[in-house]
């Protein structure tokens, strides 16, 4: 493999409780918090050096591995795939997919939680996330650019209310 290169940026969550109560609800115990949540990751990886296992038992890697010649390896564009003459008579014996890849993903979560009452809550959550597979062309800032920055994004809202009756 040429190289492989992934970034990740884990978790950031932070958490605020406050005294600020927006709903005008004045209970003893109110409690305001919010967290915020992103990840982003960027793994891309260019393949070469193809060959098969030609002696599983052997002690060497070496002598393990057969590496395919330039006769014996060439890459269809119109399928994305890599043809194999095994015996070079121009007949191909096996094909298979180009391995390649390309894969960005940013997500990002804001969560606001309001404790009204103990063991009572409401929930505000929004989430933005953008996935995409591409072919790896130029480096990881030309990959995250149009694989991340010119997508357009997916968003969820959601509201969810807990009551604790007792």
């Not at 005008?24 to 260019?46: A, D, E, F, N």
């Not at 030609?54 to 002690?59: E, I, Q, T, Y």
Request: negative net charge; hydrophobic residues 30%.
């Amino acid at each position: 493999m040429e190289h492989h290169i992934t970034l990740c940026r884990d978790w950031i969550r932070t958490e605020h409780p406050s005294g600020f109560d927006p709903f005008g609800l004045t209970m003893p115990q109110s409690r305001l918090s919010h967290s915020i949540l992103r990840r982003t990751y960027i793994s891309t990886g260019i393949y070469n050096d193809f060959g098969h296992i030609a002696n599983p038992l052997a002690k060497s890697q070496d002598e393990q591995i057969s590496f395919y010649t330039g006769s014996q390896l060439t890459y269809n564009e119109v399928s994305n795939n890599y043809e194999v003459d095994l015996n070079k008579n121009g007949t191909t014996n096996y094909e298979f997919g180009n391995p390649d890849f390309s894969f960005a993903q940013f997500r990002s979560n804001l969560v606001i939680r309001y404790e009204y009452k103990p063991g009572s809550e409401i929930f505000v959550v929004w989430s933005q996330g953008i996935t995409d597979h591409g072919v790896p062309t130029g480096g990881l800032y030309h990959n995250f650019d149009s694989q991340i920055l010119s997508k357009q994004p997916e968003f969820t809202f959601l509201i969810k209310a807990t009551y604790r009756l007792f």
